[in-house]
């Protein structure tokens, strides 16, 4: 029973030290400093050189002398912004809760898709939001509330304690790939009907709302990402068509840059391996050795399918057609596969370049 009650003791003493931590929000210590007064200026009796004097530690007089003093002082440091989401970023040494998105999604107009995923995030809040310029520039959001449960056990109520409303200002680069998300605190009222709102707050609350923002935006990009990679699962994007010289080709649905960086994951996976490359003509030149899959392999389905070429040496070549690229596959001296060689290893080569089940 001793023991019981000891190991209960603890559990009290370590709950009630949790809820007497103090968030530090106000300075602590001795505060005589407050109480001091400047000493009079040092006079200099004639006759006397007068000593040297360093304006080092001089408080000039124009400063404001009304602010906080001793514990009244909020010591919190501000809120950072986070740049979480793809292509985020922050201007260096700026107080303002605003930040940058650098366009990662090719098939979305930047601007548009942050407005789109600002409106959403609202939505989600159950928090209106109108646009207060006709060029979709400027909104500003309903109120935000937050609650404090009050009562005690079975008897709770939720109490609003303050309200916040946001605006929130887009800002697009003339060639459209940057656009700047800042968030300003426009109204404020507490449960008191206090109007007005701590600086340090204020800045918190901006800074808070616009990392929530931007958190779904990186949530956006990856569901978009998501929906990309399953339409390319269910979506055939490599065809057997011709390149722009009228050699056999597969024409893959994809951008050229794109289809080249992702290139060596194909090669890495398929048994080739990369001997040279010619970026400026976009040509990879390649050894290709059929995967030899152990027996284990085969069972288990661990084993890459296996392209039915000699080995041999090879060339990779990329060129544009019509917003898609045109693949050329040729031997050591650049004589194009035929047709009939693209079809053959078809089954093998679509689901590769589609980059599809590549770890």
């Known amino acids: 029973m001793n023991r019981r009650i000891f190991i209960f003791s603890l559990l009290s003493l370590s709950i009630s030290a949790c809820s007497s931590v103090d968030n530090a929000k106000h300075a602590t210590g001795d505060f005589e400093y407050g109480k001091m007064t400047e000493n009079k200026k040092l006079v200099i009796p ?16 124009d ?19 986070l740049p979480i989401a793809s292509g985020a970023r922050v201007e260096l040494n700026s107080t303002k809760a605003k930040i940058w998105f650098d366009k990662v999604l090719e098939n979305k107009e930047l601007d548009k898709f942050i407005v789109s995923t600002l409106k959403n995030k609202l939505e989600t809040d159950g928090v209106d939001i109108k646009a207060v310029d006709s060029k979709d520039h400027l909104f500003e959001s309903g109120w935000y509330h937050k609650s404090k449960e009050t009562g005690f056990w079975l008897w709770t109520d939720q109490t609003v304690v303050e309200s916040m409303r946001f605006q929130y200002q887009i800002e697009t680069k003339t060639h459209g790939r940057s656009v700047a998300l800042s968030v300003k605190l426009v109204d404020f009222e507490a449960k008191d009907g206090t109007k007005t709102m701590d600086i340090i707050d204020k800045q918190r609350a901006e800074v808070s709302m616009l990392n929530a923002v931007v958190g779904h935006v990186d949530y956006m990009y990856r569901k978009n990402q998501r929906e990309n990679r399953l339409m390319r699962a269910t979506q055939k994007i490599v065809t057997i068509g011709q390149s722009p010289s009228g ?13 080249w960086s992702n290139l060596p994951s194909f090669f890495e996976k398929y048994g080739f391996i990369i001997d040279d490359l010619n970026e400026t003509s976009n040509i990879y030149y390649v050894t290709f050795t059929q995967p030899d899959n152990s027996l284990w392999d085969t069972l288990w389905g661990d084993g890459a399918p296996v392209i ?11 060129n544009d057609v019509d917003n898609k690229t045109a693949l050329v596959l040729t031997d050591e001296k650049g004589k194009a596969l035929s047709s009939d060689m693209l079809d053959k290893i078809f089954s093998v080569m679509e689901p590769g370049l589609s980059f599809r089940n590549l770890n």
């Open 63 to 81: 400063i404001n002398h009304n602010g906080p003093v001793g514990e009244k002082i909020d010591i919190r440091a501000p809120s950072l912004v």
């Open 46 to 61: 004639k006759g006397v050189e007068e000593p040297k004097f360093a304006n080092d530690y001089v408080i000039p007089q």
């Open 247 to 259: 050699d056999p080709a597969y024409i893959v649905g994809l951008e050229k840059d794109y289809l």
């Open 308 to 318: 039915e070429l000699p080995n041999a040496k090879y060339q990779f070549k990329l």
